[in-house]
């Protein structure tokens, strides 16, 4: 067993929620830099020690109704091309992700479709799964459920209520007092304007209307039973269900360990969600909760950001069934910055499709050590500047250019075994 609420925790916790399969990462001489990345709550450069030996991940995952559509991927293919480059650099890392497998949007889901919520959550968990082995993602070393993490969010809530950080409305719902006093305060993670802030929060699922509330920034961490809707024994907090920072700020916790060096997601979850999280957490620990906040930029299809809601999915899975290679997706995908909002077209895939081939193309012929060698040392250049893939992909296609008569296999294999290990991409 893992120590409960330890602020370092251990790899002993698999938890209940399988993950996937890891894709075989070759070695490759020599040893990569460290990624100087760019943090939301810095405005700029994180200040990540540059003798950094080891990391704690933690990126949010997914609430199981609408996987594995390409904003999706775009994060955790960023993720792990994170977390390829520490280990490039010999940085031990620990990661950990979350599954919302319980929260409004899948329950409404659920029922839009008349399908048993658990049932759907399963299915779109098993999809995922698959989407992910095909895009080579690594998977975390704890994939943990937020129905899993309900003893441990009692615990928080109600120690949060002790603590004077949270509160009870007559309806038996319990919210988290925004004016609880921490460091870094709340609001240092996103650095909004209290009327942005009023803004995204009734956008992304907050509830400012609620009557009753201290502030109408405050968020749910218990949500007390309703008809029709399932719930879990909360000690004293009553039956009910877990709002959705307070899970995330758990988890994090027991199976990455605080602080976490670097808390992802997508551009989206800044605000509310990251601040939250961290606000939740630092008010139970006093620990700063994350020394970083990662965002990947939203990928758009049809002037829209793609999403359920707005019926403009585009799902791995759907392209792969069409015939797609799952690595053209993915080159697609590196070929944008991760922090770069972008729309996809059709146009854009067939370009990275003819990409993928020309490098294959280079990696049935021979190239030069030294070019080998200098192709290496520019991949490990540009991925610790923030993690440049779009510079990467360039240099590949020069790769691909320059191939000529003098080269050797050898030299061909350490620039394959590079792209395999650092971008995901086996040209095999
Ligand atoms: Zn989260």
């Not at 939301?40 to 995952?61: F, I, M, N, Q």
Request: contains cysteine; hydrophobic residues 40%.
């Amino acid at each position: 067993m893992c120590a409960k609420f330890a602020l370092h925790a251990t790899k002993c916790d698999a938890g209940r929620v399988k993950s996937w399969s890891s894709p075989e990462i070759p070695s490759v001489s020599g040893r990569g830099k460290r990624p100087t990345v760019f943090c939301t709550s810095h405005r700029g450069p994180a200040d990540t020690p540059r003798k950094l030996k080891e990391a704690r991940l933690y990126v949010c995952g997914i609430t199981p109704y609408d996987a594995t559509h390409l904003g999706h991927a775009a994060t955790y293919v960023a993720f792990d091309v994170l977390f390829r480059t520490w280990k490039d650099a010999g940085v031990d890392v620990t990661y950990a992700q979350n599954i919302t497998d319980v929260d409004d949007p899948l329950l409404e889901r659920a029922d839009a479709i008349g399908m048993d919520w658990r049932e759907l959550a399963e299915s779109q968990i098993d999809l995922f799964r698959s989407d992910m082995e095909l895009l080579r993602v690594i998977p975390p070393d704890a994939y943990i459920g937020a129905v899993e993490s309900i003893d441990r969010v009692v615990d928080a809530v109600t120690r949060l209520l002790d603590k004077g950080a949270a509160y009870t409305l007559d309806s038996g719902d319990v919210y988290y007092r925004v004016g609880t006093r921490i460091e870094p305060p709340f609001g240092s993670t996103s650095h909004l304007e209290r009327h942005e802030m009023l803004e995204l929060f009734a956008e992304r699922g907050g509830d400012p209307e609620t009557a009753g509330k201290a502030d109408p920034l405050d968020p749910l961490l218990w949500r007390a039973e309703r008809a029709g809707e399932p719930a879990w024994d909360g000690g004293r907090l009553g039956a009910g269900r877990p709002g959705w920072h307070i899970e995330c700020a758990v988890i994090a916790q027991d199976h990455a360990g605080l602080p976490l060096t670097v808390q992802g997601g997508g551009s989206d979850l800044a605000f509310p969600h990251h601040e939250m999280c961290a606000a939740h957490a630092t008010a139970l620990t006093g620990v700063n909760f994350a020394k970083a906040y990662m965002h990947v930029g939203m990928v758009g299809y049809e002037g829209e950001k793609i999403s359920k809601s707005k019926g403009n999915l585009v799902l791995v899975s759907k392209l792969v069934e069409q015939g797609e290679d799952p690595m053209a997706i993915r080159a697609l995908l590196l070929a944008h910055h991760y922090r770069s909002d972008w729309m996809y077209t059709d146009p854009l895939l067939a370009e990275s499709r003819e990409r993928l081939a020309a490098w294959r193309a280079a990696a049935r012929s021979g190239t030069t050590m030294d070019a080998a060698e200098e192709i290496l040392e520019d991949m490990r250049q540009n991925l610790g500047d923030d993690l440049d893939t779009p510079a990467v992909l360039d240099t590949l296609d020069e790769w691909a250019d320059s191939v000529g008569d003098d080269g050797t296999a050898e030299g061909t294999a350490l620039v394959v075994d590079a792209v395999d290990a650092l971008l995901g991409i086996t040209l095999r």
